[in-house]
């Protein structure tokens, strides 16, 4: 298992400023993502975080707009730049970990992000 | 994308077993069906997972079809705490996609007393 911390757990943040998302994992692990669930809406896979090179971003997901960083295997972050109230939704950290048998993943708390 | 279909929501009352069925007829034969579960306000949850045989742990079981088309997550006995947003998804354990979920809607199991 896994315990994954986010901070901040909720902000309230004004249009065009940007929001820094922290994940810290207890354990070193490959794999991580971030994930987004708008209102309502169920989750939608953002990126992939590599360590040590660029994220690797899904469709309708830009690295202006969501710059990731990854600088070790514990830690990672997601900025969401210059915010609309649009990008109001709970934004997810999740790793996984590659058993024998399973991937299982493992998700943050999440962090709820109003912006007004 | 989703490569799942569950129905929006079910009822289930406490202490019977809840039933909630997973279409999956486009997952290619490499990937496993795994269920998530998601109760309000927190991350999801894994519940568990199978390629072709049916599988048990102590939250679930797993009926999965013989042409694996679809499955069944059995809660045997509901509790109001099974409350949540059910996901099914098909995961494969290898290649360029390796770790990443793809959510469908889901099915909102709501358990009443």
């Known amino acids: 298992s896994a315990v994954i911390s986010q901070k901040p757990s909720r902000d309230i943040c004004q249009r065009g400023t940007s929001l820094t998302i922290q994940c810290q994992v207890d354990?070193?692990?490959?794999?991580m993502f971030w994930y987004r669930q708008q209102p309502g809406q169920s989750l939608t896979l953002i990126a992939t975080a590599n360590q040590g090179s660029e994220a690797t971003y899904e469709s309708g997901f830009v690295i202006d707009k969501f710059p990731i960083s990854r600088p070790n295997l514990t830690f990672s972050t997601l900025t969401v730049s210059n915010m609309s109230p649009e990008d109001s939704s709970i934004y997810l950290c999740?790793?996984?970990?590659?058993?024998?048998?399973?991937?299982?993943?493992?998700f943050g708390q999440g962090t709820r992000l109003t912006v007004v | 994308d989703a490569k799942t279909t569950q129905p929006p929501s079910m009822d289930c009352a406490e202490g019977r077993a809840a039933n909630l069925p997973c279409n999956h007829s486009?997952?290619?034969?490499?990937?496993?069906v795994y269920w998530y579960r998601q109760i309000h306000s927190q991350g999801p949850q894994y519940i568990i997972h199978g390629l072709k045989n049916n599988e048990t742990n102590e939250m679930a079981s797993l009926i999965i079809t013989e042409d694996r088309k679809s499955s069944t997550l059995i809660l045997p006995h509901a509790t109001l705490r099974d409350t949540a947003v059910y996901y099914c998804?098909?995961?494969?354990?290898?290649?360029?996609?390796?770790?990443?979920?793809?959510f469908g809607r889901g099915t909102q199991l709501t358990v009443w007393p």
């Open positions: 998804i098909g995961v494969p354990h290898r290649g360029s996609t390796l770790g990443r979920l793809y």
């Open positions: 999740s790793v996984v970990y590659q058993g024998r048998a399973n991937t299982e993943a493992f």
């Open positions: 354990s070193q692990v490959t794999m």
């Open positions: 486009t997952i290619s034969g490499n990937e496993y």
